[in-house]
């Protein structure tokens, strides 16, 4: 599962500011409209290839924020902020918000937008593309993504430590209805299974098309991500591995899946460079090693292949079917035979 298709929200439409109203302490907030000024009036083209649709309806905001359960003391990940609808909001609630921003036009905005008020020192903006930047330290991820990185944020998020408490993210409806898909569901795939590997999924809310302007092409929803602390013992580039063959055909079964000449030539590869690290870990072990490890001079991968799926049980099975133990425990008898996957 890749990326996405179609492009969306990467940022929000700057509403018109009304007269100021007065916070505590003096503080000078910030006020928005009803979200109905049309966008040129901001001087800005959004570029609706790059997932510029803009979040314009302030309900959808007050909800996201309300379910992500901000506190005082956060120290908040944004990505996409665009003109700053979301972001003012959350700054009104937590210590610190890092938002992060490729578009410097949008950039500009944002900062106009708290320039001069008490949560200006609260903001941190950083410009760049996220895919290519190191996270920093955040104790929650809210954002409104571009659909196109949909997915490789998701697994640079879930791979990243320290942990966060979770995300609450805004994606393509059928690209969030992937995230929760269940074993026996069309929509269970890849995607599904590495997500659930590593964090609890729940689908939040539906989003509408015509709560963005200019409207996408696509429904949206908001999904909650909790990653799993401690994580599962699990090498995951092992694990992608063995799911990527699995799922190329998922209605297809393991035996017939694994009889692909590619995917034998790759594991008969892995199996081989196996073989011989474990023949020069010790020296002093080596005659008992080699008898283990040697290389029959008839030795066939794809035999030890079907071998290790009728032991385990899955020679039958088919991977739409297959929940996260399943792969668990086939991931293990492979390995446990010296067939590995990375």
């Known amino acids: 599962t890749g990326p996405d298709r179609g492009g969306r929200a990467g940022s929000r439409e700057r509403r ?38 803009i979040l314009k309806n302030p309900l959808v905001v007050n909800s996201i924020i309300d379910k992500a359960a901000l506190r005082r003391t956060d120290v908040i990940l944004e990505v996409g902020p665009g003109t700053g609808n979301l972001t003012v909001k959350m700054l009104e609630k937590v210590k610190k918000v890092i938002a992060c921003e490729i578009d410097p036009r949008l950039v500009g905005e944002l900062q106009k ?16 593309d996220i895919l290519k930047t190191d996270l920093p330290f955040f104790d929650a991820c809210v954002a409104n993504l571009p659909y196109q990185i949909s997915s490789p944020f998701v697994f640079k998020l879930l791979l990243h430590r320290p942990f966060f408490r979770c995300a609450i993210l805004m994606f393509q409806r059928e690209f969030a209805l992937r995230l929760v898909a269940k074993p026996g569901s069309k929509l269970y795939c890849r995607l599904s299974v590495n997500t659930q590997l590593l964090a609890r999924v729940d689908h939040l809310m539906k989003v509408g098309k015509n709560n963005f302007r200019p409207p996408p092409k696509v ?21 992608d591995g063995l799911v990527r063959i699995a799922f190329v055909r998922k209605n297809k079964t ?27 870990v010790s020296s002093f072990l080596i005659y008992y090693i080699l008898f283990l490890y040697e290389i029959p001079e008839n030795f066939k991968i794809a035999e030890k292949i079907q071998t290790v799926l009728k032991d385990t049980g899955y020679s039958e099975k088919r991977a739409r079917s297959m929940d996260i133990d399943d792969f668990i425990r086939l991931l293990h008898g492979f390995n446990s035979e010296g067939i590995h996957f990375s």
């Open 16 to 53: 018109p500011a009304l007269a100021p109203e007065r916070g505590p302490a003096g503080c000078r907030w910030i006020s928005a409209a009803d979200g109905n000024t049309p966008v040129s009036a901001l001087g800005i083209v959004f570029n609706t290839g790059a997932g510029q649709h």
């Open 113 to 128: 937008r708290v320039q001069g008020t008490c949560l200006a020192n609260k903001l941190e903006i950083k410009v760049g």
């Open 219 to 239: 429904e949206s929803s908001v999904v909650r991500i909790e990653p799993k602390n401690p994580p599962p013992p699990i090498n995951f580039q092992e694990w």
């Open 254 to 280: 393991l035996s017939a899946a694994f009889k692909s000449s590619a995917v034998e030539q790759l594991l008969d590869h892995n199996y081989r460079i196996h073989c011989s690290l474990h023949n020069t």
